[in-house]
T-cell receptor
Framework: SAVISQKPSRDICQRGTSLTIQCQVD?????MFWYRQQPGQSLTLIAT?????????ESGFVIDKFPISRPNLTFSTLTVSNMSPEDSSIYLC????????????FGEGSRLTVL | KQEVTQIPAALSVPEGENLVLNCSFT??????LQWFRQDPGKGLTSLLL?????REQTSGRLNASLDKSSGRSTLYIAASQPGDSATYLC??????????????FGQGTILTVHP
């Protein structure tokens, strides 16, 4: 399995603020993705983090709200901007290794609570 | 649009039982199917990956099968243990290439194995 680490693991934030989540992967990972899991729900893909270029966002997610960076192959950040209580979720970084199996691995997630 | 359904939503069994978790999907044109385990408040652990050309995969006490024609997958857990208690998620990838990371998840089955 690939090693994927995220931080912070959890945080409590005030409405209107922004928080950046960091994700570090091992060198086996070639593609990186960000998912959201709202309370009691399953996972939804936010975007694909592209190295050195703008992320590819899924329908319903926009760059102004969820800016993503991936400055190099093994590191990415997701910012949740201008947070509201509806943004309270677990945000998960995931990655795919270079081998053509399609298997995805996930980090431990970052649990955000917005007051 | 792919829809994934997992039945049952919750399952409680005594230790030692063999059990089956079910996953059904509407679009059989899948690239692969992956079973995950999620412990409360945690990230996802990949359990088994089945490619579209495969019928089953095994890992230890776990066996996953895939029947594309009927749109079904099952996860069989043999000799269940309390440590197996978790939420089990089924996820499908409908396309390879640049869509490797876009998994469609089911809502999960919450499994409780009591001593």
């Amino acid at each position: 399995s690939a090693v994927i680490s995220q931080k912070p693991s959890r945080d409590i934030c005030q409405r209107g603020t922004s928080l950046t989540i960091q994700c570090q992967v091992d060198s086996q990972v070639t593609m990186m993705f960000w998912y959201r899991q709202q309370p009691g729900q399953s996972l939804t893909l936010i975007a694909t983090a592209n190295q050195g270029s703008e992320a590819t966002y899924e329908s319903g997610f926009v760059i102004d709200k969820f800016p993503i960076s991936r400055p190099n192959l093994t590191f990415s950040t997701l910012t949740v901007s201008n947070m509201s209580p509806e943004d309270s979720s677990i945000y998960l970084c995931s990655g795919k290794k270079g081998a053509n199996t399609g298997e995805l691995f996930f980090g431990e997630g970052s649990r955000l609570t917005v007051l | 649009k792919q829809e994934v359904t997992q039945i049952p939503a919750a399952l409680s069994v005594p230790e030692g039982e063999n059990l089956v978790l079910n996953c059904s999907f509407t679009d059989s044109a899948i690239y692969n199917l992956q079973w995950f385990r999620q412990d409360p408040g945690k990230g996802l652990t990949s359990l088994l990956l089945i490619q579209s050309s495969q019928r089953e995969q095994t890992s230890g006490r776990l066996n996953a099968s895939l029947d594309k024609s009927s749109g079904r997958s099952t996860l069989y857990i043999a000799a269940s243990q309390p440590g197996d208690s978790a939420t089990y998620l089924c996820a499908l990838n409908n396309a390879g290439g640049t869509s490797y990371g876009k998994l469609t998840f089911g809502q999960g089955t919450i499994l409780t194995v009591h001593p």
